[in-house]
Structures are given as C-alpha cells and as structure tokens.
C-alpha cells in the first residue's frame, strides 16, 4: 500500500481498517489513472468518495440496522464482516451500513444505551 502524499489524508487514512483502505486505494488509482488527477488530489476525492459511502469509516465503528423478528434494530460493530455473520446466524435479513447519527436519531431522548448482544438474548 501506498502512502498517501497530503499529510491529512495520510493521517485520516491510517484510521481505516482493511476493506475501506482498499477502497480507497482502489478509487484513488481510478481517479488517477481513469480520470487523470493528480496522485493529491485523487487520494483526497477517493477520501471524500468513502466518506460519502460510509460517512463512519474513520470512527472504526459501523452502524449495521436489519429487520430481525420483524422489527428494524440496529447494532454498532468494528467488524462488519464478522457481525454479518453473527446477525445471519440470528436471522437478520436486509443488513446495511447507515450513519450512526441516523441510528441515535431514531430512538427518542437523547441517549441510546449499547449493550453487547449475547446468542442467549432472545430476539425473536
């Protein structure tokens, strides 16, 4: 992997785990290549690109909402493979990423409790 020329997307991008960092180098080389920017500039739009895609790439927290016994939940993860898995396995269907603001929106009040899911809670 390349590193980054600008020093701040350099720096933002070391927050990235493996997938969105691949990516990111991904598009940066089709801005590059394809679209011919400058190695700067497409590292910084390929930045904002997966900014867009997951605007909490950075936080190393994905937001996950699914339908699971009939009702829209929601769960935080830092490993959103592994977590699909998991919710599969409990029978979520309609898995995908959201912004976590949207999540803390949808509940009334202006706080959300986390708590870990354990195989023994019953969800359904």
């Not at 590059?32 to 605007?55: I, K, N």
């Not at 870990?116 to 809670?121: F, Y």
């Amino acid at each position: 992997m390349q590193q980054p020329l600008d020093a701040l997307v350099a720096d933002l991008v070391t927050r990235l785990d493996e997938n969105d960092r691949e990516w990111f180098e991904e598009r940066a080389g089709i801005v590059e290549f394809d679209a011919g920017h400058s190695r700067v500039d497409a590292e910084r739009l390929a930045l904002l690109m997966l900014l867009q895609r997951h605007p909490g790439a950075l936080l190393g927290v994905t937001a996950l909402q699914m339908t699971l016994g009939g009702e829209t939940r929601w769960a935080l993860t830092a490993d959103v493979e592994r977590a699909q898995l998991q919710l599969a396995e409990l029978g979520a269907v309609d898995v995908r990423m959201v912004d976590l603001a949207d999540v803390l929106r949808a509940h009334p009040g202006a706080i959300s409790f986390i708590e870990p899911l354990r195989k023994s809670d019953h969800l359904i």
